[in-house]
């Protein structure tokens, strides 16, 4: 048969020599910008005349990669989140490292699919899984998979453990089989995540009950037994507790050695989001704090943050294989599994988790552990750990300044007082702070509310952060303190 005279297109270049050199060029400038982000603002608005340009309509014909490059660099560049930078303290967001872009630039060269199959990306996969199931404690024959974060993580586990502990099966007939209503546990500070894991999972909201925590915004024990205790006598199904491993609001960590023992006693799956904390681990100081959660039946864990992986990489370790890949292995003729050839392998992550398109995101992970170690890990949560306490200190030798919760890890909650002055307008007056450290550019914390006092929340996430850098940060917020009592009006005081 006559081949078409219309030749085939490709997206490959015509000019690999001139796009070897652009390239060249954006690793040159990427890496200037990495090594001055210093000189820079922690943050800036975006102008609206760069909105609109980003508004525009779709590009139907080709342009020259050179020029768009260009764009990249006067609309993209110069309005990130700003998380590179030392004085970046807004959520739990880690910085990244300039080998960790690298690595996934060899990630986009190979552009694996991480689904199964018989390829070295999976063999990648397992062993950063079995890293992380060592350094946590769980024995090597416990299962995981890498996620996108804390929130996908926490999804995965808590399907596992709806599906492991119904009285029905789930996978053939859903949650309207199941002869009692189940509900699960956790603390009134853990992450939003878990609550929209519930509602994903067809639970509803309401299953989800939100335990009070004490003074240092730890779960009470005592309440939650007594929960668990009418739910069983109201004829509801008990399952699940979910203890954090470092709270998202003041990085609290719930007893877990007691939340273990009690799902022991009552026949409950224990999962932890240890998203924010639970790499205290790695720290011989910090590890009494996670006592027990190597006793977790599923643990999240979130890899973009203390181990500074580029964004995103998350993960989920479930003790019992078997619970882990019944809640997730579905059949399919396309996706036949081989004894030899391309189709073999042993492991097919597609089995373990809801996605079947999985980036090679294993790679970054194994690059940066050899990279630091763990020990240079520990390090640097114990040195985050310290900058939080030293800031904490701070706070706490001005008259201006109050803390509002415990400082037990690496989040630093307080605020800017003015005596007189109602919450109300304490409330207007921090908030209207943070937006001004936000916009001059010097330092971008975020914000919580903690019994119903709106805070400045200091999350140090940071591997570039120094120690001067809280000392600019408090000497702003008293500057800037000042200006506004100045130029507040009358109404403004309490009523």
Same mark, same amino acid.
């Given at each position: 048969?006559?081949?078409?005279?219309?030749?085939?297109?490709?997206?490959?270049?015509?000019?690999?020599?001139?796009?070897?050199?652009?390239?060249?060029?954006?690793?040159?400038?990427?890496? +200037?910008?990495?090594?001055?982000?210093?000189?820079?603002?922690?943050?800036?608005?975006?102008?609206?005349?760069?909105?609109?340009?980003?508004?525009?309509?779709?590009?139907?014909?080709? +342009?020259?990669?050179?020029?768009?490059?260009?764009?990249?660099?006067?609309?993209?560049?110069? *309005?990130?989140?700003?998380?590179?930078?030392?004085?970046?303290?807004?959520?739990?967001?880690?910085?990244?490292?300039?080998?960790?872009?690298?690595?996934?630039?060899?990630?986009?060269?190979?552009?694996?699919?991480?689904?199964?199959?018989?390829?070295?990306?999976?063999?990648?996969?397992?062993?950063?899984?079995?890293?992380?199931?060592?350094?946590?404690?769980?024995?090597?024959?416990?299962?995981?998979?890498?996620?996108?974060?804390?929130?996908?993580?926490?999804?995965?586990?808590?399907?596992?453990?709806?599906?492991?502990?119904?009285?029905?099966?789930?996978?053939?007939?859903?949650?309207?089989?199941?002869?009692?209503?189940?509900?699960?546990?956790?603390?009134?500070?853990?992450?939003?995540?878990?609550?929209?894991?519930?509602?994903?999972?067809?639970?509803?909201?309401?299953?989800?009950?939100?335990?009070?925590?004490?003074?240092?915004?730890?779960?009470?024990?005592?309440?939650?037994?007594?929960?668990?205790?009418?739910?069983?006598?109201?004829?509801?199904?008990?399952?699940?507790?979910?203890?954090?491993?470092?709270?998202?609001?003041?990085?609290?960590?719930?007893?877990?050695?007691?939340?273990?023992?009690?799902?022991?006693?009552?026949? %409950?799956?224990?999962?932890?989001?240890?998203?924010?904390?639970?790499?205290?681990?790695?720290?011989?100081?910090?590890?009494?704090?996670?006592?027990?959660?190597? +006793?977790?039946?599923? %643990?999240?864990?979130?890899?973009?943050?203390?181990?500074?992986?580029?964004?995103?990489?998350?993960?989920?370790?479930?003790?019992?294989?078997?619970?882990?890949?019944?809640?997730?292995?579905?059949?399919?003729?396309?996706?036949?599994?081989?004894?030899?050839?391309?189709?073999?392998?042993?492991?097919?992550?597609?089995?373990?988790?809801?996605?079947?398109?999985?980036?090679?995101?294993?790679?970054?992970?194994?690059?940066?552990?050899?990279?630091?170690?763990?020990?240079? *890990?520990?390090?640097?949560?114990?040195?985050?750990?310290?900058?939080?306490? *030293?800031?904490?200190?701070?706070?706490?030798?001005?008259?201006?300044?109050?803390?509002?919760?415990?400082?037990?890890?690496?989040?630093?909650?307080?605020?800017?007082?003015?005596?007189?002055?109602?919450?109300?307008?304490?409330?207007?007056?921090?908030?209207?702070? %943070?937006?001004?450290?936000?916009?001059?550019?010097?330092?971008?914390?975020?914000?919580?509310?903690?019994?119903?006092?709106?805070?400045?929340?200091?999350?140090?996430?940071?591997?570039?952060?120094?120690?001067?850098?809280?000392?600019? %940060?408090?000497?702003?917020?008293?500057?800037?303190?000042?200006?506004?009592?100045?130029?507040?009006?009358?109404?403004?005081?309490?009523?």
């Amino acid at each position: 048969m006559k081949l078409p005279e219309k030749p085939e297109i490709t997206l490959d270049p015509q000019d690999w020599s001139r796009l070897r050199d652009l390239g060249h060029r954006m690793i040159d400038d990427v890496f +200037r910008y990495l090594e001055t982000v210093r000189d820079r603002e922690v943050w800036k608005p975006i102008p609206s005349q760069v909105r609109d340009e980003l508004d525009s309509g779709r590009p139907l014909e080709p +342009r020259d990669p050179e020029q768009v490059y260009a764009d990249f660099q006067r609309l993209i560049l110069p *309005y990130p989140t700003g998380n590179i930078h030392p004085r970046f303290w807004g959520w739990v967001i880690g910085s990244g490292t300039p080998f960790g872009m690298l690595a996934q630039l060899l990630e986009g060269v190979m552009n694996c699919n991480v689904f199964g199959a018989d390829q070295v990306a999976v063999e990648v996969e397992r062993q950063v899984i079995g890293w992380f199931k060592e350094a946590m404690g769980y024995l090597p024959e416990a299962s995981g998979i890498l996620t996108t974060g804390g929130s996908a993580s926490n999804l995965v586990g808590l399907t596992v453990a709806r599906n492991a502990k119904a009285e029905a099966d789930i996978a053939a007939e859903g949650i309207q089989s199941l002869p009692r209503r189940m509900v699960l546990y956790a603390s009134a500070e853990t992450h939003s995540s878990v609550r929209k894991s519930v509602e994903l999972l067809g639970l509803g909201s309401h299953a989800l009950r939100m335990i009070p925590v004490d003074a240092d915004f730890r779960i009470r024990i005592e309440l939650l037994r007594e929960a668990i205790r009418q739910d069983r006598e109201a004829g509801l199904l008990p399952f699940c507790v979910v203890g954090n491993a470092g709270t998202v609001n003041t990085g609290a960590f719930d007893p877990l050695e007691e939340l273990a023992d009690l799902c022991r006693d009552e026949d %409950l799956w224990l999962h932890v989001d240890g998203a924010l904390g639970g790499f205290a681990v790695l720290s011989d100081r910090l590890k009494p704090l996670v006592r027990g959660i190597e +006793r977790a039946d599923s %643990l999240a864990l979130d890899l973009h943050k203390w181990l500074h992986v580029q964004y995103d990489a998350g993960c989920v370790l479930i003790r019992r294989p078997h619970d882990h890949h019944a809640a997730y292995t579905r059949p399919a003729s396309y996706l036949n599994r081989a004894q030899r050839g391309l189709s073999g392998g042993p492991l097919w992550f597609n089995e373990y988790g809801f996605e079947l398109s999985r980036g090679f995101r294993a790679l970054r992970i194994w690059m940066a552990l050899q990279e630091h170690g763990f020990r240079r *890990y520990g390090e640097l949560v114990e040195q985050n750990v310290r900058q939080a306490a *030293y800031l904490a200190g701070l706070v706490a030798d001005s008259e201006n300044l109050e803390l509002l919760a415990p400082v037990p890890l690496n989040v630093v909650c307080f605020r800017h007082t003015v005596p007189g002055w109602d919450e109300p307008a304490l409330a207007a007056f921090n908030q209207a702070l %943070l937006a001004d450290l936000q916009e001059n550019g010097v330092a971008a914390p975020s914000s919580t509310v903690l019994n119903g006092r709106f805070a400045l929340r200091v999350a140090i996430c940071n591997h570039r952060s120094r120690f001067e850098d809280f000392v600019l %940060l408090v000497k702003e917020v008293l500057r800037l303190g000042r200006e506004r009592i100045l130029e507040a009006q009358p109404a403004g005081a309490a009523h």
